[in-house]
Structure formats: C-alpha cells, structure tokens
C-alpha cells in the first residue's frame, strides 16, 4: 500500500508507517504543496497524510482515483469537503483530544502576552528602545477575577477555561450551538446568548470551527458590541475573524487587544499592521506545536491511516 505525506510528520509516525510496511512517499521541498502538485503526487496513492491548509476540494478528491483513506495532520477539517469525500467513499480522519491542552495553552499563552503589551515591548529592546525604567507608559493590564468567554465550548475551550480558572479565578461565560452540561458541571461555566457573551466578556477566546456559519462571525459590527477593554484571542481558524475589521476595531478602541495563532491568509505577511500594535500577538499557527502532542497526533494519524487502507472504520473519522 503507498501512502504519500505532503509534509513533515513526527519521526514516531514515519517509523510506525514503515512498521506496517506501508511505502512512504514524502513531500520534502521545504515549502507548501500546491494544489496542482498534491494532486500529481496523489494519482497512484492509496492513502494521503495531509499535512497543512491544502485544500481537498472537490477537484482534488476526483482527480485521485485511487485514494481510500485521507489522514489529516489537524483536528480541523474545514479544508475537505466531506460529503464529496463520502460520495467517493474516501474515509477522512481527524486528531482530536490529543491538542486540547498544547491549543489551550497557547491561547493562554497569548491572552497573558497580550495583557502585559509582552510581543511589543519585546520587539522594543530588539530595536534598542530600552532607555530608562519608566513607571507609568505602556501599561499592561490584569486578568485577575476578569470574566472569560469561550466562543465554542468544546475540549478545547473546556481547557482553556479550567487554565484560566486556575490561574486567575475568572468567572467563566460561553456561547455554543447547544449548551455543554458537562463544562457547567465541571468548571461552573454559564451558558449566555451570543450577545451577552460579546458585552460581558473581558477575554473572549474563540475555540469552534470554521464552517459557513462562522466564517467572518467576528465582524465590525461584532467586535463594536464588545467591552472597550475587552481582550480577543483567536486559536482556531483565521477565517473567523475578519482581519480589516478586527484592525479596525482595534484602532478606533472598539476593543482594547487581540492575540491570534491563526490568520487569514496563512502565512501572514512580515509587513501586516497587526504586527506592530501595541497590544497585539501574533504566532505562526504554532497551536499544537509540542513534542509531546505532535507525537501524539502522528500515532493517531497511523491509526487512521491503516484502519482506511485495511477498508476499516478510522479510530477518529469524520464524516
Ligand atoms: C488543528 O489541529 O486543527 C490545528 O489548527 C492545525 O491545523
């Protein structure tokens, strides 16, 4: 059986592939596949390990005849079109659980560096503009006891919550398409409206899918319903927010900061706005970017793979 990689994978996964005496062929050239090279690469491929944005669109699907099974390398599956996939009968698979806690922390990670202006004030010292200690400009401001809103309680945002109850006693509020009972049982979590959650929020980070319905959700018109020192921090997909707008609204003091491991278009350019606001973070999509959890993701990403080529049901399909 031959599968093809369109990217890096942790060595663990590539060792096991092997084990299964599955034959390997890895996309190496140090840049992203393009949509017509994935789709040459894929031709004789009975399964594809889909590492980054690609998109495996209609097109794709029927342009590769023989493929069976498609691993992706994410928990999101906003780049496949699914229902094409099961007309086809490609069984597509998903790592989800293993990135909750390496997700959370970097939107943890990014709501403290936000707060604290940290990426900007880094960025001072590297252009030689630590002169003196000055008590009082570029404040930063504290999270203790400020309320939380998760916009997408899933096991993600349930992490992000549990770090920032953890940390800072923050009274936690979310918005969801239908209540999680679990998270109110766990952590005391109250479920509002999606207004309420944009007018109470003093953090409101975003832990749902990209889908139709949340494409460009966070708008001007969302982000002028939200507290002026409100903080918004974005881990999940760049096409949930709208980057004019969120530009917009952090200029004209709509809300106070923004924090983003996700951007849209990907990879962001070097010379975007957002990259030199004060109370802005910016990181590379880096949500899940551990040894520990990229391991995971790579043995998870076996299992699925060989279950589809042995025309099994994949441990985490989707679809
Ligand atoms: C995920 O797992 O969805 C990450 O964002 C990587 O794409």
Redesign the pocket.
């Known amino acids: 059986m031959k599968v093809f990689i369109s990217g890096n994978i942790a060595p663990i996964g590539l060792k096991q592939l092997e084990e299964h005496h599955i034959e390997i062929t890895q996309w190496k050239e140090g840049r992203q596949i393009t949509a017509d090279e994935l789709i040459q690469a894929c031709q004789d491929q009975d399964g594809l390990i889909s590492v980054?944005?690609n998109k495996l669109d209609a097109d794709f699907l029927n342009a590769c005849k023989h493929l069976k099974v498609i691993a992706?390398?994410?928990?999101?599956?906003d780049q496949v079109d699914i229902k094409e996939a099961k007309k086809l009968n490609i069984a597509i698979g998903?790592?989800p659980g293993v990135?909750s806690g390496a997700?959370a922390d970097t939107a943890f990670l990014l709501m403290l560096s936000v707060s604290r202006k940290a990426f900007y004030l880094h960025k001072k010292i590297l252009k030689g503009e630590w002169k003196n200690y000055e008590p009082t400009p570029e404040l930063g401001i504290e999270l203790n006891g400020k309320t939380l809103g998760i916009f997408g309680m899933g096991k993600i945002g349930l992490e992000m919550a549990k770090k920032c109850i953890g940390a800072y006693q923050m009274p936690v509020i979310y918005h969801n398409r239908s209540q999680n009972h679990e998270a109110e049982k766990a952590i005391g979590a109250k479920y509002v409206s999606f207004e309420e959650l944009l007018a109470q929020s003093d953090v409101l980070s975003i832990h749902t899918a990209l889908t139709d319905e949340t494409k460009d959700k966070f708008n001007l018109d969302v982000f002028k319903q939200m507290k002026p020192e409100a903080i918004f921090i974005n881990?999940?997909?760049g096409g949930i927010h709208n980057e004019k707008d969120l530009i917009e609204a952090l200029e004209e003091g709509f809300i106070w900061g923004a924090g983003l491991?996700?951007t849209n278009p990907e990879p962001m350019q070097a010379d975007n706005v957002l990259l030199n606001m004060e109370n802005v973070a910016v990181l590379p999509?880096i949500?899940?970017a551990t040894v520990e959890t990229r391991n995971a993701?790579a043995e998870i990403i076996v299992k699925n793979i060989v279950a589809g080529l042995n025309g099994e049901e994949l441990p985490h399909q989707v679809g």
Not at 72 to 77: A, E, I, T, Y
């Open positions: 980054g944005p992706l390398h994410s928990v999101g599956f998903n790592t990135l997700t881990t999940a997909r491991d996700v999509h949500g899940s993701m």
